[in-house]
């Protein structure tokens, strides 16, 4: 892949952060509804700031008091582009030598809406409803390209979030989470296989079982400085209906934002997720066809560098509004290949809190 071509959605991505940072700046006092600062004593909590939130990208990071609620909508982009096999780039003509056909690009869109109520000051109640959108293109020993698609719900998750701490500059809180198998692992497409062939791994909505989400998050802030770290881990429980368990996850990640004035803030944040294999093989996959069909190549480490801006309306007719922001570029990629490697993460949202 051309690597000029490869490098222009970063700094098209880069430069809208700046640009949307700047616009922001000069309009805070218009959105906000306020012509002067408000005063940061009169927020009533930690949260109600704009460097209040960890970033977008980040889930559960924050628990409520009793009887608060919030609703948010998030969109994440992901794009993948070229197959790497530990921490090395792999040729498509590398790869087509072992098999009769290779990824070569991916895309996922993925809406996230999501719910959280908090019935005492110690638990926080979460739902959140997931809804993909995959598609991949792929290149073949004979050189011909085809394009496949899936799209549909994604695995439901509920958590409960139980505070473990919470002064005024420092708070932790437990997070119990449970994903259901609520996404599809029978997705198909038309391939030169045949029609409505099954699709590999990566093009399933779902991991078709029941899986725990435990981890720890906490965070602090003093002034206009915030910060926080949570790890996150995923446990798979059991087999699903096509006789394979995706690999077990651990996601951790800290972060730290400054707020520029009392409405907008920006935030920069470190990354690191590790998956297993797949222990286990749908019968309907050949792994010797294409890479993505092979249990045994999807594993992998990664470490990812994020920078985000959160936008907080303090009062007015819109108080409570959050917008926030995060771009996140992979720094170091290590992965069970041929496997297609992450070339950026784009998410963007909308939190109301009541």
């Given amino acids: 892949m051309n690597s000029k071509a490869h490098s222009r959605p970063v700094k098209v991505f880069f430069f809208m952060f700046i640009l949307v940072f700047m616009l922001l700046t000069l309009m805070g006092p218009f ?15 930690s949260c109600e700031k704009p460097e209040g939130h960890a970033p977008i990208g980040v889930m559960g990071d ?22 790497r096999s530990g921490t090395n780039r792999v040729g498509n003509m590398e ?29 926080t109640l979460m739902t959140m409803l997931p809804f993909k959108e995959i598609s991949m293109e792929h290149l073949t020993r004979a050189g011909t390209t085809f394009k496949t698609h899936a799209s549909g719900l994604a695995d439901v998750q509920v ?15 437990l997070n119990t989470g449970i994903s259901l198998p609520s996404g599809n692992i029978d997705e198909r ?13 990566p093009m399933q909505l779902g991991s078709g079982t029941v899986d725990l989400r435990p981890g720890l998050t906490y965070t602090g802030d003093y002034e206009r400085f915030s910060w926080g770290t949570q790890a996150m881990g995923t446990v798979r429980l059991g087999e699903n209906d096509n006789d394979y368990t995706p690999g077990n996850s651990f ?10 004035n ?41 470490w990812d560098i994020g920078l985000g801006i959160n936008l907080y309306v303090p009062e ?7 917008l926030a922001s995060e771009l996140l570029f992979p720094v170091y990629q290590n992965l069970n290949g041929p496997q297609l490697e992450s070339d950026l993460i784009f998410v963007v949202g909308a939190q109301m809190t009541f």
Avoid at 31 to 45: K, L, Q, Y
Avoid at 159 to 172: E, F, P, V
Avoid at 316 to 322: A, C, F, I, P, V
């Fill in 62 to 83: 924050h628990a409520h008091d009793e009887g608060e609620s919030m609703i948010s909508y998030r969109y994440m982009f992901m794009d993948m582009s070229g197959n």
């Fill in 251 to 260: 996601d951790a990640t800290t972060w730290g934002a400054y707020a520029a």
């Fill in 159 to 173: 958590a409960g979030l139980w505070k473990l701490l919470d002064t005024n500059k420092h708070r932790a809180h």
């Fill in 189 to 201: 497409d038309d391939t030169p296989a045949g029609a409505q062939s099954k699709l590999p791994y």
């Fill in 31 to 45: 959105i906000s509804n306020a012509g002067a600062e408000t005063d940061r004593e009169d927020f009533r909590c």
């Fill in 95 to 123: 790869v087509l030598t072992d098999y009769m056909v290779t990824p070569t690009d991916m895309e996922m869109h993925m809406h996230m809406l999501s719910f959280m109520y908090a019935p005492n000051d110690f638990l």
């Fill in 262 to 302: 009392d409405w907008v803030s920006a935030s920069l944040r470190l990354a690191y997720q590790n998956w297993g294999n797949i222990d286990g093989a749908d019968p309907d996959l050949n792994p010797m066809m294409i890479p993505t069909a092979d249990p045994t190549l999807r594993g992998g480490e990664r």
């Fill in 316 to 322: 007015g007719t819109m108080q409570g509004l959050r």
